[in-house]
């Protein structure tokens, strides 16, 4: 089946600094990909939607100044937290549809797991 | 009210048994139902899926959708301690992405 991995797996970082999470489509393209955050014990909660070529769609509440997407190819997403807080601090998963572009039919990465101390 | 409710548990069940999974939401507009599976810090792999109302099997696991009630279920039968995991349901009103995740039910099947 279709991969996308993630880059790191996961990540400590001190309080203000930037982290860039990679997310890779590795044997498929994808002109779009999702970014979603995972709290501890809760759902997972869709961020932003990422298209190659385009910028990103934010969802209600997530701010865009602060998390940076970067679609740069059919196969790289890329979601930088600039000037991280420790309540940033969470699971941070993408996902990938594939050809069929249908929401059942999306793979997601591994996750990163981002600690801001 | 959140969109989709989902009981976080967590869930204890013998090896064996079977295991009902259950989730409720409030869009009557969602038409797609999925099931994933998560492991322990890796991320969700689709179970299985139902479009609109009605049943789906797939060996050990079936899906159920009541659109009538808002609910929809996940039965596993013979549970394996390789079950043990959260279990998130999803659902969208479209075939493109904004799906909706419930929290998350963790189980574990103890052998």
């Known amino acids: 089946g279709a991969v996308v991995s993630q880059h790191p797996s996961w990540v400590i970082c001190k309080s203000g600094t930037s982290v860039k999470i990679e997310c890779r489509s590795l044997d498929f393209q994808a002109t779009t990909m999702f970014w979603y955050r995972q709290f501890p014990k809760q759902s997972l909660m869709l961020m932003a939607t990422?298209?190659?070529?385009?910028?990103?769609?934010?969802e209600q509440g997530v701010e865009k100044d602060k998390f940076l997407i970067n679609h740069a190819s059919l196969t790289l997403s890329t979601l930088t937290v600039t000037s991280a807080h420790p309540e940033d601090s969470s699971f941070y998963i993408c996902s990938a549809p594939n050809s069929g572009r249908r929401s059942y039919e999306q793979y997601f990465g591994p996750g990163t797991r981002l600690t801001v101390t | 009210q959140k969109e989709v409710e989902q009981d976080p548990g967590p869930l204890s069940v013998p090896e064996g048994a079977i295991v009902s999974l259950n989730c409720t939401y409030s869009n009557s507009a969602f038409q797609y139902f999925m099931w994933y599976r998560q492991y322990s810090r890796k991320g969700p792999e689709l179970l299985m899926y139902t479009y609109s109302s009605g049943n789906k099997e797939d060996g050990r696991f079936t899906a159920q959708v009541d659109k009538s009630s808002k609910y929809i279920s996940l039965f596993i039968r013979d549970s394996q301690p390789s079950d043990s995991a959260t279990y998130l349901c999803?659902?969208?009103?479209?075939?493109?992405?904004?799906?909706?995740f419930g929290a998350g039910t963790r189980l574990t099947v103890k052998p």
């Open positions: 990422s298209n190659e070529g385009s910028k990103a769609t934010y």
């Open positions: 999803a659902m969208s009103v479209s075939s493109n992405n904004d799906m909706r």
